[in-house]
């Protein structure tokens, strides 16, 4: 019963969509920071999704801390003017009318906040992949890998794509990939 209520509520709001999104647009930026080409690195599927989550959850709790004050400031409003007997009959009277204009702003209310959380979620994202790399090329775990060609140490571990491992070179800034066939060994803390 609660999956099938959250599964509506997600396909509503297009949330799984946007988390996916903003998943992998971080982890594209994270790559692009680190120069490495975003295409040819796979994202993990459910990666994108989790990073993503957070990404859309945070900024719809953005959203309805601002909505719910504002909200319940209407409602107040409504209350205190329902006090007046005017105001009672002009309600009961256009009560169809009222219901119509209400029924309106609910849908551009809907409409808002679907747009900002995909909006703002890309934008986190892309800040996030870039915030992520620069975190990277500072404090990262070097590794070596032995080839069949010889050693290299010193490197970052990125990402990896069908036949290729990625590495970030901090000496030089750029990074490396090595093919899959090629590598003997990867070693941590080399």
């Not at 029924?103 to 996030?128: C, E, K, P």
Request: proline fraction near 2%; aromatic fraction near 12%; glycine fraction near 8%.
């Amino acid at each position: 019963m609660v999956n099938k209520l959250l599964e509506t509520i997600s396909a509503t709001f297009m949330l799984t969509a946007a988390a996916y999104a903003a998943g992998v647009f971080q982890s594209k930026e994270l790559y692009r920071e680190l120069g490495v080409e975003p295409e040819l690195v796979s994202i993990d599927f459910q990666k994108a999704l989790y990073d993503g989550g957070l990404l859309v959850f945070s900024e719809l709790a953005k959203d309805f801390r601002f909505l719910i004050p504002y909200i319940s400031g209407v409602f107040a409003l409504a209350a205190l003017a329902c006090l007046f007997k005017w105001v009672r009959r002009r309600v009961v009277t256009n009560g169809a009318a009222l219901i119509k204009c209400l029924a309106v702003v609910g849908y551009f209310m809907v409409l808002w906040l679907i747009y900002d959380v995909t909006v703002d979620s890309f934008g986190r994202g892309r800040n996030m992949g870039a915030k992520l790399a620069t975190h990277l090329k500072t404090q990262c775990t070097l590794t070596s890998v032995k080839l069949e060609s010889g050693t290299s140490s010193g490197l970052c571990a990125v990402g990896r794509s069908a036949d290729l491992l990625w590495f970030y070179d901090p000496k030089t800034g750029n990074s490396v990939a090595f093919g899959k066939d090629k590598i003997i060994k990867v070693v941590s803390g080399g």
